[in-house]
């Protein structure tokens, strides 16, 4: 149902230029991370390629607001924190929140954490884009570099995250078990 959704909005989608959030791009990550959680891919790869495709919906979205000039004082940074936490939207029903401490810093979920590090890396990969084609005298290094620079480091990311699991997905190696008494509870 959510790809049909996706799929619907593409062809509703206005002109957009060449670039890592193309719709076909977007589409494809929605479609393929179900694919690959049916498949058995550890849940924490799945979530940082989600947090890539939600900051990609969130730059979507400012460039929207760009061209319809909807401004005001930091709506970037609103837009772009609305957009990653729709993670809770997207796997509300097929996920439970479990939270440890991961990195001996971080008390979170850990499909949650690497969502938020895919979307971390694909913003810090597309400014890194822009300063590598700056240094260049503001063209590319080679074509479609502004769409392998982010895929790639993603990527790069999955697999760190797959073969040096930090979290508790499927293999446990870096987190602190946390005791039930030391959660809150909300009932």
């Not at 947090?51 to 969130?58: D, E, F, K, Y």
């Amino acid at each position: 149902m959510k790809f049909l959704f996706m799929l619907l909005m593409s062809f509703f989608s206005t002109k957009v230029l060449a670039g890592p959030a193309c719709p076909v791009c977007t589409v494809a990550i929605g479609a393929s991370l179900g694919i690959a959680r049916h498949l058995g891919v550890d849940d924490c790869v799945i979530g940082i390629w989600a947090g890539a495709m939600l900051a990609m919906i969130g730059y979507w979205m400012i460039r929207l607001c760009d061209k319809k000039k909807w401004t005001f004082p930091g709506y970037k940074q609103v837009l772009m924190t609305l957009s990653i936490s729709m993670i809770g939207l997207m796997y509300v029903r097929e996920l439970t929140y479990e939270p440890s401490i991961i990195w001996g810093v971080f008390f979170i979920d850990s499909f949650l954490f690497t969502t938020f590090l895919g979307a971390g890396v694909l913003i810090l990969s597309m400014h890194l884009y822009q300063w590598m084609k700056a240094r260049n005298g503001g063209h590319a290094h080679f074509p479609f570099e502004k769409v392998v620079v982010p895929v790639l480091l993603v990527l790069i990311t999955s697999v760190l995250i797959a073969y040096f699991p930090v979290c508790n997905c499927s293999r446990s190696s870096g987190i602190t078990p946390v005791s039930e008494d030391v959660i809150p509870s909300f009932d």
